[in-house]
């Protein structure tokens, strides 16, 4: 989950690297670092915490260096601190910077230590350091000292590595963690994530799984998982930038909040005809494919998780279409069934979300129909990796909270459903659905006119330590969604139970310091919720509760009304993720934590 930049060039690229990392930052906030060969030595810059600590000790410095590498961490192995940082050397000659894990770090440690080598980190990222040394001597290039190094991890890894005697050439590796070149004119890049390089160029290189590449300013060569010499596809990116700058917001989770309704424009925009999902809009064979689904398996983590679990009951309800829904850290490692004509649909905001791309590559051996990705960015391992691919077109999302990346994810899901359903009919029901999805956009905006009314309420949470998050039928993963969210931003611990489950067990937590939120469109289960309502304020809970202005509900000393706006239908999940989504914000400001970039998290899963 941590970034790397790296560049070969003529001039100095210290404010490349740090203009990287900044793009970056996403990907881990707890430490940053670079090191840049000059004048025969290597110029190692670290700093604890986030990259603009950094930024001021490299332009004080006024560092020069044309070939360089940097990287902002998110700690797995040793606590935060400056010695963890990265880069890591060995000697004053190699540096590496490092994402992944290391499994055989340990064994590898013992080895080195026994040899004279001296470790000064508690990280896995200094063994490949040392081991480069060591194979060094006895091979005639970096390039061979890599490929020996490389040979003897195991794990995950997109790693960079560069030797003060040969200061033009750079050796990355990737193993299970994304890496890209950026192609220049004269110089040559690399990162984990496009976006860190298109202030310097738009045409990319992505390195496939086991791929290694020599990289100097004119030249890169690339050998694939066996060894033998590659061509990999160059790509024009297209890709923008666009959160460089928080606009009027205080934050970016709330720029991105804000931003839901564009976003879900972009979303359907020629995607959709008069009377039609335009099934294209999934691949070119997706139509053909379609046509024979029976049965899906969707496969996600954290909030992607929860949209596929929204997308059961649509699937089911709407499309007749059975589903199943599994967290990617459980399915990889368990040997499930796989009915005949079977889609898997993996969905991930980055595309590189470890556990999930490892369910995508088991699942090419059990004879799905095909896989389908579900994903925001366009050249991401997922989506080259997958069959068919739907691009959610939320824009560059930088708070660790997700909110944009999980609406247009839901409407993505949305689609797919109703490709999958007008298979069977042209019934007026679909057409209707289809008017549904057009006119989210505008229910969006209507729901963000409450932030005020929300924010006022979220004073009530501020001695709060725990919360209640409930929802029935397709309401129950925006519940889970609404906890998520609560306790990512804030530190309030908060749970979400299906409201039938009220019953058997969480009643035991219910009392006046427990707040109670409940997600309550007027749909079919709007009765049975209403029961389980008042078994709460039986007991002396505090309620808060969101719903539409015909439900019933009244405010009181125990319960407080919040009534969205219009009539929501089918799409309501996308609608009541809204105000949750600004509840959290609010309560987290109240906090006083860090709305952006939440402890102990980082915004692309790339480890398991």
Request: aromatic share 6%; charged share 25%; hydrophobic share 40%.
């Amino acid at each position: 989950m941590c970034g790397i930049v790296g560049a070969v060039a003529q001039r100095d690229v210290a404010e490349i690297l740090v203009e990287g990392l900044r793009r970056l930052e996403y990907r881990g906030y707890d430490s940053a670092g670079v090191a840049l060969l000059s004048e025969g030595r290597v110029a190692r810059y670290r700093r604890i915490g986030k990259v603009q600590a950094l930024a001021e000790l490299v332009e004080n410095e006024q560092a020069p260096g044309a070939t360089g590498i940097a990287h902002t961490r998110w700690a797995t192995h040793g606590e935060p601190s400056e010695r963890n940082a990265h880069p890591h050397l060995s000697g004053e000659r190699f540096a590496v910077v490092h994402n992944g894990i290391i499994e055989n770090y340990r064994e590898l440690r013992e080895q080195l230590s026994a040899e004279g080598y001296v470790f000064e980190s508690e990280t896995d990222t200094e063994v490949i350091a040392h081991l480069v040394a060591k194979e060094r001597q006895s091979a005639g290039s970096l390039l061979e000292a890599a490929q020996a190094s490389i040979a003897q991890l195991e794990g995950a890894y997109g790693t960079v590595i560069v030797d003060r005697d040969e200061p033009e050439h750079m050796i990355v590796a990737r193993s299970g963690s994304p890496l890209v070149i950026g192609l220049g004119i004269g110089e040559n890049f690399v990162a984990s994530d496009q976006l860190a390089l298109l202030p310097v160029t738009r045409r990319f290189i992505f390195l496939e799984e086991g791929d290694l590449a020599e990289i100097t300013r004119r030249e890169i060569r690339i050998f694939d998982k066996f060894g033998a010499p590659v061509e990999r596809e160059i790509h024009e990116s297209n890709v923008s930038y666009d959160a460089g700058d928080k606009g009027p917001y205080r934050h970016f989770m709330l720029k991105e909040i804000y931003e839901q309704a564009n976003a879900i424009n972009n979303t359907l925009e020629g995607r959709l005809s008069a009377t039609q999902v335009l099934n294209e809009s999934f691949g070119a064979e997706a139509q053909a494919l379609f046509e024979r689904v029976r049965n899906v398996q969707i496969v996600a983590c954290g909030t992607s998780y929860h949209s596929g679990m929204v997308a059961k009951y649509w699937l089911e309800s709407l499309a007749g279409v059975a589903c199943q829904v599994e967290i990617a850290s459980e399915y990889r490692y368990r040997q499930p069934v796989v009915p005949e004509n079977s889609l898997l649909v993996t969905i991930s905001q980055s595309g590189e979300t470890a556990d999930t791309l490892a369910a995508l590559r088991m699942a090419k051996e059990q004879h799905y129909l095909a896989s389908l990705a579900i994903c925001n960015v366009a050249g991401s391992s997922l989506v080259r990796e997958s069959d068919l691919a739907f691009l959610t077109r939320a824009g560059t999302e930088v708070g660790v909270a997700s909110t944009k990346a999980f609406t247009t994810q839901l409407v993505g899901l949305a689609m797919l459903v109703l490709g999958l359903a007008q298979r069977q009919s042209e019934a007026p029901w679909l057409q209707e659905r289809l008017d549904e999805l057009r006119h989210l956009p505008a229910q969006i905006e209507e729901v963000l006119t409450l932030a005020e009314r929300i924010e006022a309420l979220a004073e009530e949470f501020a001695d709060k330590h725990h919360a209640l998050f409930l929802g029935r039928g397709d309401q129950y993963p925006i519940a889970m969604e609404g906890a998520l969210k609560l306790k990512e931003i804030s530190y309030i611990h908060a749970e979400a139970y299906a409201a039938g489950e009220l019953k058997h067990g969480p009643l035991a937590l219910i009392d006046a310091d427990m707040p109670i939120i409940v997600v309550a469109p007027n749909n079919a289960l709007l009765e049975k919720l209403k029961s389980n309502v008042e078994e709460v304020r039986a007991r002396g809970g505090i309620l808060y509760v969101f719903a539409e202005a015909d439900s019933g509900f009244e405010s009181d000393d125990t319960m407080r009304v919040i009534t969205l706006p219009g009539q929501h239908g089918w799409l309501a999940p996308i609608i009541y993720t809204v105000p949750l989504q600004l509840l959290s914000y609010y309560v987290a400001i109240i906090k006083g934590t860090d709305v952006d970039q939440p402890r102990n998290l980082a915004k692309s899963v790339t480890v398991e």
